[in-house]
């Protein structure tokens, strides 16, 4: 097997790992497009790993995610970003340690725009790092969920118009991100709520949370009204699906949708977008 194939079984391998949205809408593109969107979610799930690692203090993760975000603002230089990470390794994942061999993946035309929106994400948690999280307004839930979310929505977009001309809106595509965030956050209130983070705002009720996941997420529906492309369109629409579902499972008080529901989430969407 040329080290090409290789690496492309690996990465298929970690996205199956890493992602319980994402794979399988990510195996329903064409190639090129598989190859492009699989490398910019294990970069920036690279990255995320930092911020979310509960091995490692505030100061660590601000330095890290600083640094790596200076790393992919230029050449990336993996021996760099490998000695960065070397007195960390043990409590790091897979996915964070191999960051060079996503980029290694991922198209050559594309690969800047996933350095620079995974460099401006890195940035963004190394800030919030700093302010421990500490979410007081809607403004700073804004700012978070861009940083965390929206950036994934506008680097999307940019691989839609770099493989097939595909133009959207960049406004919709932060708020279908921010609205797939605000579904997880909904998701582990009491999970942060252990670790002394909460992202609600001061003042604001669950209602309001739910408010402001449905306003998001229904700038994800206008957003999807630009695609025209059939499996970009299926591969945007099953994660978007699966989070109003899941918003409808939280609101009824359960903690999720059955394995069956999200099953046949999937098959509907398809069946529709064929």
Not at 141 to 156: C, E, F, H, K, R
Not at 181 to 190: F, H, K, M, S
């Amino acid at each position: 097997m040329s080290n090409e194939k290789q690496l492309q079984k690996e990465a298929m391998h970690m996205l199956k790992l890493t992602s319980r949205t994402f794979y399988i809408p990510i195996t329903l593109l064409e190639p090129t497009l598989k190859k492009a969107v699989a490398s910019a979610y294990l970069c920036m799930r690279a990255i995320d790993e930092i911020e979310d690692n509960e091995m490692l203090d505030s100061a660590t993760k601000q330095h890290l995610l600083k640094e790596t975000s200076f790393l992919l603002k230029n050449t990336f230089d993996n021996e760099a970003y490998t000695q960065l990470l070397a007195p960390y390794k043990s409590l790091l994942p897979e996915v964070t340690v191999r960051l060079g061999d996503w980029l290694a993946f991922c198209p050559t035309g594309i690969v800047e725009k996933v350095k620079e929106s995974t460099s401006t994400m890195a940035e963004g948690m190394a800030l919030w790092a700093k302010k421990n999280w500490h979410i007081k307004t809607k403004e700073d839930l804004n700012d978070y969920t861009y940083y965390v979310a929206g950036l994934v929505g506008v680097m999307l977009s940019d691989i839609w118009e770099w493989r097939d001309g595909t133009k959207t809106d960049r406004e919709f595509a932060i708020g279908y991100g921010r609205g797939l965030q605000t579904v997880n956050i909904l998701r582990n209130i009491e999970e942060d709520k252990e670790r002394g983070v909460s992202f609600i705002p001061y003042g604001w009720d669950i209602d309001d949370t739910f408010q402001y996941a449905e306003n998001n997420l229904a700038l994800g529906d206008e957003y999807m009204k630009d695609i025209n492309s059939r499996s970009i369109l299926v591969f945007c629409k099953i994660p978007l699906e699966l989070a109003k579902k899941t918003l409808k499972a939280l609101k009824s008080g359960r903690e999720k949708m059955s394995r069956t529901e999200v099953e046949e989430t999937v098959d509907e969407i398809r069946k529709v977008n064929q």
